[in-house]
């Protein structure tokens, strides 16, 4: 679809304040043309604020923003060349979902939009269902005819709030592939605000954490999964393991870490400090189990302790172990093996390579 290609989009120190409350902390990021950029973070953070802003909904109290070359910071909303879709379809339910999707084009004064409607229409795998009434679809169904309706109008940016949000787990996950098969597919900019980690993870090619107004840390999904930038991120993407440890040296190219009175290394190229407090992170699925017949590999890190539960949850089995100095650890089975579950109060050798862990800053007296 050539006549619908995406635009840079650029925010330059934007900050949005209600009063003494600042909503948007002096965010700056560059998504690039083409992208599907993801907005991640708990409720309050400030992704639909942000997201306002680039529609035009809400003003910055400072800062700017670029859609390519043009300054859009003070433009009416309806002269961006952006669209929105709500968690809320906002089907318009007396017309058809031919009218639905032709709204924006009629409104406009552009005549003959049949096979506009009709591409779009086969676009979000809606062919055939122009005459039906909104109510006489699925939530999904609904959904798909809500992002035809906005990409009929050709935006260079479209804005996606929660918009699965209303959908069951099946199904969102579903939307998820046809979403970013859509986006490929048309090829704009996608920004697309969700509290869902998972869902972030799975669309875009970018996605910002963001916390408290602030972009915590920006990233492709996968480097931001396997060596988060701060605890805040470990813990919201997925799950982390952190020991409080405290970095004792330097051995070779690997960095030494005390924690709760015992060692550990690591490559330098996985920590983000080389001394003073740290976390030591590990993620769960990195972790394995060794019984007292089982040989921990050479060169893995270690810590015992004893299972206190552990769940199954179909792909693998969720073990808690506790070691002696407290806090419990989380560690994924894989449940393709043939080896027995590992029974609560066993004891047990938590392991890992010293590569699959990351190093983060850890603030003084946290732990
Ligand atoms: P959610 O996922 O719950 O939608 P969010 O990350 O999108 O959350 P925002 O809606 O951007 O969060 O709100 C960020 C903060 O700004 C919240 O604390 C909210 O209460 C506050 N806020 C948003 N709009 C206004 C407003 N018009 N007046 C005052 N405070 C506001």
């Known amino acids: 679809m050539a006549e619908q290609s995406g635009a840079d989009l650029n925010l330059v120190g934007v900050t949005k304040s209600f009063g003494a409350f600042t909503a948007v902390d002096d965010l700056s990021l560059t998504v690039p043309a083409g992208s599907f950029f993801a907005l991640l973070g708990a409720s309050g953070c400030g992704k639909t604020t942000t997201l306002r802003m680039i529609a035009g909904l809400e003003e910055p109290t400072t800062g700017r923003i670029l859609l390519g070359d043009e300054d859009v910071t003070r433009l009416r909303p309806y002269k961006r060349p952006v669209n929105t879709v709500f968690q809320s379809y906002a089907l318009f339910p007396h017309l058809n979902i031919a009218d639905n999707v032709a709204f924006g084009l009629r409104r406009r004064g552009v005549k003959g939009v049949a096979d506009q409607v009709e591409r779009m229409l086969h676009l979000v795998d809606l062919e055939g269902f122009g005459k039906r009434r909104p109510a006489q679809l699925s939530g999904g169904q609904q959904q798909r005819v809500a992002l035809a309706r906005a990409l009929i109008n050709h935006p260079r940016v479209l804005l996606l709030d929660e918009p699965l949000g209303a959908l069951d787990l099946k199904l969102r996950r579903q939307m998820q592939v046809e979403l970013k098969r859509i986006q490929t597919e048309v090829g704009i900019t996608f920004v697309h605000v969700t509290h869902d980690q998972e869902e972030a993870m799975t669309m875009a090619d970018t996605v910002a954490v963001m916390n408290a107004g602030r972009i915590e840390q920006l990233g492709s999904p996968v480097e931001m999964y396997d060596f988060p930038g701060t605890a805040f991120v470990a813990n919201f993407l997925g799950q982390s ?122 603030p003084e007296g946290q732990t």
Do not use: C
Not at 269 to 296: C, Y
């Open 241 to 362: 393991n952190l020991l409080a440890g405290t970095v004792t040296g330097r051995s070779g190219d690997d960095v030494l870490v005390e924690a709760h009175g015992a060692r550990h290394s690591l490559p330098a190229s996985r920590a983000r400090i080389a001394d003073g407090s740290v976390w030591l992170g590990v993620r769960p699925e990195k972790m394995h189990l060794a019984t007292g017949l089982d040989k921990v590999p050479a060169g893995h890190q270690s810590v015992t302790g004893i299972i206190t539960d552990s769940s199954y949850v179909g792909v693998s089995t969720q073990y808690l172990v506790k070691p002696a100095w407290g806090d419990e650890l989380t560690v994924f089975v894989p449940n393709s093996g043939v080896s027995a579950p590992l029974a609560v109060a066993s004891e047990v050798t938590v392991h890992w390579r010293p590569e699959h862990a990351f190093l983060l800053p850890r």
